[in-house]
């Protein structure tokens, strides 16, 4: 149940025609082992949703190799699941129908899923919100169902770009736990993008840091905590030394956002 | 005040009806005036022939624009689907529609025979296309995130169709079928026109022969009538089945 | 696809197996008293008397009756004489079997108190046809011929459809004459207008209307036929002595027909408009003669040869070919006292 | 090899329309075999008229359309845009739609003459009502939170208008256009089908009755060949103002 | 060039036919002194974006009153701004021009309009992307567009929804500091809903903590700061002191994250 991702001297340059390329990533070498959690974080616009994108099998790369299990990636692949940066959810679908939309694409759906995803969605909070429709949603409300339609599908390579960006502290913190209870349980890779880097350190056990545009990976940083994570972890010193580690590529030059 | 405009309107305009041909001189059998059209509809054996040659035409328009608007929805999603079947073959579909009905309708009586079939499908020909335009119009405006998810779930190319694309084109299937089903009335009297022994258009050309403009104005207000309550029908429908498209406004 | 498929099927099945069933292509869109005859055969049982089942279709032109023929759709038609020349002299291999309309249908009007008097006052002026392509035109252009005008300069032509809107066209001056047939006129005048005719001399022997059939079914049905134009007379006969029951008779038969004012008064302008169309109906008195249905050579002659001069046709077809009276003997061969 | 389908199919139509008819025996008066068609377009005169009636019927076509589709769209604005004016006035123009063409132009001729009046309204009549509920459906579809957007901002109606309902409905009026520029060449025809004295309708019922059916084969190809070229360039417009909609897919 | 707010007993509940209504907020009094900065917290759902909404007349009130420098809102106000919680750019004009429309809905847009927007895109580390289409960028990107689009038009009553959301940590300080230096030049009144409790408490004179739905306020906590904030006010203890008060708030019941 758990997948290993190579990325080989990556290039993804996106060209309209008439205008100059943009070149989002650039000789990017990554490997993530089997069962890993690993979180990228990066500035803003550095091209990490497009390297999600890349491994999730939904670009033509313009250079370099992805290869998950050592098959290069042609395509989307069915043990994969990406969570994407906006909710994507349909407005015709109420939201359990949201929530159940993977398994319906996989065939009948059975009571059990119905239960299971019942019951993410009361641990999201979202309790009494089933039937409701999109729309009805807080912005908030909307990021959680897409993480509980996500989580539903039980991948074996599971993608997320920034799945908490709109929650509050503590709704934040209860997600990442059950986030973590999840990835324990079943441990499938894990790729998180997230601007918090104390949530990348606590729930990851290696973090990238990449560079502005075009996106190189600058550090691989393996976070020197206990495979557990639960809430005391955050005062362990390793946790805040870590934390500020990575800090400092964010704050070394003056104003080094977006080219 | 304002939400009883619509009554202003529909008293305004008969009114106009009533008067205006008298005051403008203009002869009964030119224009009749509206109680001579209401007075056609107040003898039972003409109410009892245009019910009867209503039904007919209805039947005509429905089997056609059912046919139609099917194969418009279908053709639609395949073109929108694949560039090189689009390239291949909407020209020729194009092609098709661009012929006059008035004038291929004799040749589908000659080709289909005297029967239903022609009108039929002279009706299909002219619901087709406003539903097949509409569908590819509706599937090109996808949201591409939504479609990424698709692709990323590994949706079937069937299932990337019926639980995503249907669902998208809806409003623009609804707005090409809010036409097609007005359409699908003149398509039915144009093939009445060129052969048939019953139907609103067989009616409506007797009563030319007989200089009889009241009554061709009370078969033109009863297609008025049927094409509204079809269109409306279809506009209900919108709404129930698009809940979430309105429910948001 | 099920749903087409049906209606293939369906198609299939109404095309007449040929034995008695016998589908009757006429050249005008709807039914009139003009056509009352079909009616009355019908209803008084002379096509059952015959033993023949009739099927009439309104295909609305010449055009439409002749390429249904073709394909085997129509056993008999009812073309104009100027849309069946040029197909037999394109191919089509049909003949005329029965001669209804005896001389021509159509004529020039104009309003009473017109300065136009006779053809030649034409000059210059604006003739309303029902479109301009319909044979109507070409006897309109023919008719200036004769008068020694060039029809594509001396005069002009408006299509202005037939019913009312031609008449509001002449009404309004808008056009000086019309060009349209007699069954039109008739209903015009119903409607209490005046109008003044004129014929021009030359065209007097070209008849209209005319029964066709495919020569190869006619070979091997001659008996349909028969007893189609025998049925037909009878009809013609029976119409022409009770009008009034006649137009009743369509009423009930095409219920469709009987629109507009009041029925006594639908009733006489039904009748005036069957007067109308008997004036060539009846022409030289068949009855008399006993020649219903007969062609006279002389007038198929004029007429390829008038088709020959105006180029409808090319030269050299032959006069012969293009009409049969090998089925005339049997149309008249019944007591007319019996009807 | 599937780039070449289109090339296939023409050759594949082409080849049908010239053999199947000398195979299945049918003469050349009832379904001329291509070639005969082609005929029809080497002789000069030939050419000259259908060059010079072409160009009248384009010309009412074009008349029409421009008339028809401004109106239409205008129209759909104003009723998407108050429920009161659609209560009010949306029956009456579904009314106005539902009547027969071939029925009312004979009326047209009486009320508005013989001249290109007539042919121009048909059009306009048929253009219409694919723009009007296309550009209702469009504005209909309008995303919430961008209106609230320029709510926000206390953008006037016009502005509302101009810069986000016309953008945003510009995907549904194309494809209403789409429709509308083959409609309006079957407009044409009908109009000139009741009255006309030049036209590519009034060529076609002559050639109809002087037998001439490779001519009026040729007609209808060349309505074909203008129904493609319109549409075309309609849809090639799309593609140059619609840039966002294609550019992200 | 600023507005006080005022809100009285403000209720709203969305009512769909046939089902049970949700009660967003109920009971809510606020004040809001013209000039202040005021930040909103609270847990996902719990509101605040409806509560901007109604300030900011988009919004049909079921109870209660909302009030701008004494007069009742009935709907938009030209001297209100609003940045909404997703970007919403225009897909049919690029980069600039989706910053410019405000201008151009307010008039003829002046040379020196432009160029001070393209200012603010260069601030905002979006040199090189004026002419790009909102579909080129990214989410964070989009997001900062968003921001500049609002910032251009020096309203007197600035309403922020998560601005800064989808933001990593370095880019988001530095918009941070812009925005509080735009807001002590010209003071505008400023809400501003976040999810980040020291970026609340780092911008705001105030702070407004609500209850989950249906949302109340909870408390008003005044900042004991100095009006001028730079990245060293972090380093306070009063600063510490009132992100751990409000911070209490989120961690006090167990899971009390909506409903
Ligand atoms: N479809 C596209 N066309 C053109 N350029 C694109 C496209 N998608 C992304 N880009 C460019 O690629 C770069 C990387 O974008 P990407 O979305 O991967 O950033 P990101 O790291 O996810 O940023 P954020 O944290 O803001 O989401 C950006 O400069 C963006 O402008
Ligand atoms: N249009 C609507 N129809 C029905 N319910 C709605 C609507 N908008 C919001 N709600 C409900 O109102 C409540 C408050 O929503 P709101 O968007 O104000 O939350 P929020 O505090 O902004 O949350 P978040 O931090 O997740 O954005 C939610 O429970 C939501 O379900
Ligand atoms: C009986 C009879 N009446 C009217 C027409 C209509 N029509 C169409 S073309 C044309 C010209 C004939 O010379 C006429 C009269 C018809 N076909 N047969
Ligand atoms: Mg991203
Ligand atoms: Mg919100």
Redesign the interface.
Known sequence: MTSRVGIKDLEITFTRSGEQPTTALSGLDLDIEAGTFLSIVGPSGCGKTTLLRAVAGLLELTGGSVTIDGDQVAGPRRETCVMFQSPTLLPWLNVLDNCLLPKKLRGRVQPVAEERATELLVRAGLKGFEKKYPYELSGGMQQRVALCRALGTDPSLLLLDEPFGALDAMTREQMNLDLHEMWARQSPTTVLITHSISEAVFLSQRVVVMSPRPGRVLEIIDVPLPDKREAPVMAEEAFARTCAHIRSYFTKGERNVDG | MRAFLPLYVLVGVLAAWQWLPEELGVPDFIFPKFSLVVEKFTSVETLRLLLSNSWTTLFEAFLGLVLGAASGILAGFLLAESDVLRRAFYPYLIALQSLPKVAVAPLFVIWFGFGLAPKVLIVALLCFFPLLVNTMSGVMGVDANRLDLFRSLCASRLQVWRRLLLPTSLPSIFAGLEVAVVFSLLGAIVGEFVSADSGLGVVLQQQQNNYDTAGVFAVLLILCALGVALNQSVAWLRRRVLFWQTANK | GV??AG??A??AS??GDGTDKI?FGISV????PGWIALAVAEKQGYFKAEGIEV???????S??V???M??G?TEIGTPTPE?LL??ID???DVQMVYQWTRGPVQSFAVLPDSEIREVDDLRGKTIGVP?????VKQLADASVSQAGMDPEKDVR?????V???AW??LNRH?VDALMIWDTEYA??E??GAELRYMRADGIDDLFSTTFAANREWSEEHPGDIEAFGRAWTKATIWASENPEEAVKVMWELY???????DEED?LE?HVNILKAREESVLLGDPEVSGTWGEYDPDAVRKWVDFATETE?ISPGLDVDEVYTNRFAAAYNAFDPDSL
């Open positions: 749903l087409a209606l293939l369906a198609v109404c095309s589908t869109p709807t039914m009139s099927l009439p279709q309104f295909l609305g032109s055009g439409n002749l390429q249904s073709t394909v759709r849309a040029p197909a394109k191919g089509q479109d301009l392509s319909s044979g032509y408006l299509s202005v459809d019913g009312v809107a509001d066209a808008r209903a015009m119903n409607t219920p469709e027909t009987k629109t507009g004012r639908l302008d409808l």
